[in-house]
């Protein structure tokens, strides 16, 4: 009889705010990899440096689309 409470949705705002956090961490975290491969590995072109990097930019931004696809159907 009595409906059910309506969770609070989480802030909008907070979520949206760790979004470049995210990204930062995740490219930061990939190009760190990349650059101590290549200097583990002795590459002078630095390849696993910029390879690295562009799979952590396509990831962060992966998981941006998702986080907001989310959001959206949360609404």
Do not use: C, S
């Not at 969770?7 to 760790?18: E, G, M």
């Not at 290549?38 to 072109?45: G, L, R, S």
């Not at 562009?54 to 998702?66: D, E, Q, S, T, W």
């Amino acid at each position: 009889m009595n409906p059910e409470p309506k969770k609070k949705p989480l802030n909008k705002w907070l979520q949206l705010i760790n979004i470049p956090i995210q990204m930062g961490i995740v490219i930061f975290l990939f190009a760190y990899l990349g650059q101590w491969l290549d200097e583990h590995y002795k590459n002078v072109h630095n390849p696993n440096t910029k390879i690295f990097t562009m799979m952590g930019v396509f990831l962060a931004l992966y998981n941006v689309i998702r986080q907001v696809n989310q959001l959206n159907k949360e609404e």
